[in-house]
């Protein structure tokens, strides 16, 4: 069965500390999602790409965060520098249509980032 | 106030109770409306699936929504001590014209422990 691929799964750096994540959606999958998890919460949206194109990043901190997803496969999302309050579960999602549908979105086993 | 607010329990049930999981919601645009759940240090896997009121049964999972009161459960039967997890309740919204980024809006999640 298809998965979403996440790397690495734990990492713990330093505040104003560069970090970043990479994600591989299942095969074929238009629309990409990058959730924050915060302990004991619910996942929040950070960015969507549909394709190559951003198409949602109101949720995004662009003083410290970007993301890309270059040739419309794979994505990196990049903190610079960390804070203490980025600790969190970073997950990565894809689903199969454009965005805009009531496609199924599939979960990654995501990145538990720690900032001391 | 947030737009999904979901009972965060704890629940703590022994084996083969039978579990109900809430969340109301505060956006009418929302229309599809799902429940995941997670285990510890994984990502979330969706469990149910629904767009219309009323109930939608696989195997010892109900899941149930009423548009009206802008209410939605989960409901599991003759639960397992494998169900014992984070259940999360999200939702997706559907705009007048068509458009929706499908971006999910999740619950704060509820974690079930079932007790042999």
């Known amino acids: 069965e298809a998965e979403v691929a996440q790397s690495p799964r734990y990492k713990i750096t330093e505040k104003s500390q560069a970090v970043a994540f990479w994600c591989d959606p299942i095969s074929g999958h238009a629309t990409l999602y990058w959730y924050r998890q915060i302990l004991g919460q619910g996942p929040e949206l950070l960015v969507q790409?549909?394709?190559?194109?951003?198409?949602?990043d109101s949720q995004l901190p662009k003083d410290r965060f970007s993301a890309e997803r270059l040739k419309g496969v794979d994505s990196t999302l990049k903190i610079q520098p960390a804070e203490l309050g980025d600790s969190a579960m970073y997950l990565c999602?894809?689903?199969?249509?454009?965005?805009?549908?009531?496609?199924?979105?599939?979960f990654g086993p995501g990145t538990r980032l720690t900032v001391l | 106030q947030k737009e999904v607010e979901q009972d965060p329990g704890p629940l703590s049930v022994p084996e083969g109770a039978i579990v109900s999981l809430n969340c109301t919601y505060s956006n009418s645009a929302f229309q599809y409306f799902m429940w995941y759940r997670q285990y510890s240090r994984k990502g979330p896997e969706l469990l149910m699936y629904?767009?219309?009121?009323g109930n939608k049964e696989d195997g010892r999972f109900t899941a149930q929504v009423d548009k009206s009161s802008k209410y939605i459960s989960l409901f599991i039967r003759d639960s397992q001590p494998s169900d014992s997890a984070t259940y999360l309740c999200a939702m997706s919204a559907y705009y007048a014209g068509g458009t929706s980024y499908g971006k999910l809006t999740f619950g704060q999640g509820t974690i079930l422990t079932v007790h042999p």
């Open positions: 790409f549909q394709d190559e194109s951003v198409v949602d």
């Open positions: 629904t767009y219309s009121s």
């Open positions: 999602a894809s689903s199969p249509g454009v965005s805009g549908s009531s496609d199924t979105q599939y």
